[in-house]
T-cell receptor, first 109, second 115 residues
Framework: GIQVEQSPPDLILQEGANSTLRCNFSDSVNNLQWFHQNPWGQLINLFYIPSGTKQNGRLSATTVATERYSLLYISSSQTTDSGVYFCAVHLQGAQKLVFGQGTRLTINP | NAGVTQTPKFRILKIGQSMTLQCTQDMNHNYMYWYRQDPGMGLKLIYYSVGAGITDKGEVPNGYNVSRSTTEDFPLRLELAAPSQTSVYFC??????????????FGPGTRLTVL
């Protein structure tokens, strides 16, 4: 089946720093979503981005479907950005999202 | 809209007990899903439903049952709880088939421990 790999697995930054999280996938996908799982365990939809670039405030994401990767950018990090960031992909014809193992981001004050 | 809601938030079960995890969505979504998340891992699909009366297995269905009698509700049943079912369970929904036009929305999760 499709492999979804996220890097780095862990990232520790100071408040105000910028970061780039990467998601590689091993097959063509129909859809890709980025989620933030906050310290209370809730999954929050960040981006729905099968291709192209989207921006939402300090966050932006780019998916290059032909090269099978997506990037999540976080600028001017805040402590509330801490948590685990997951990318999840959807294969055409399947009715499930396949999740990567996540990047754990810790923002220190 | 409340979105996707799940009850209970936390539960501890003894081995062999049974329970039902409740999931409700008020977005008039046709598709609903149950995932489990083991520590340090991403989510894996247990069951999904494409509409009332229709359910299908996901990657890890063993030990679970589901039903879908209404559009809004999609309960997940554990009949004989085992320690391997200790996990966080997430319910999700989408308006239609997952595609380049439909995204999934997740509930807050139920943390289940089986001792």
């Amino acid at each position: 089946g499709i492999q979804v790999e996220q890097s780095p697995p862990d990232l520790i930054l100071q408040e105000g720093a910028n970061s780039t999280l990467r998601c590689n996938f091993s097959d063509s996908v129909n859809n890709l979503q980025w989620f933030h799982q906050n310290p209370w365990g809730q999954l929050i939809n960040l981006f729905y981005i099968p291709s192209g670039t989207k921006q939402n405030g300090r966050l932006s994401a780019t998916t290059v479907a032909t090269e099978r990767y997506s990037l999540l950018y976080i600028s001017s990090s805040q402590t509330t950005d801490s948590g685990v960031y997951f990318c999840a992909v959807h294969l055409q014809g399947a009715q499930k999202l396949v999740f990567g193992q996540g990047t754990r981001l810790t923002i220190n004050p | 809209n409340a979105g996707v809601t799940q009850t209970p938030k936390f539960r501890i079960l003894k081995i062999g007990q049974s329970m039902t995890l409740q999931c409700t969505q008020d977005m008039n979504h046709n598709y609903m899903y149950w995932y489990r998340q083991d520590p340090g891992m991403g989510l894996k699909l247990i069951y999904y439903s494409v509409g009332a009366g229709i359910t299908d297995k996901g990657e890890v269905p063993n030990g679970y049952n589901v039903s879908r009698s209404t559009t809004e509700d999609f309960p997940l049943r554990l009949e004989l709880a085992a320690p391997s079912q200790t996990s966080v369970y997430f319910c999700a929904s989408s308006f239609g088939r997952l595609s380049s036009y439909n995204e999934q929305f997740f509930g807050p999760g139920t943390r289940l421990t089986v001792l």
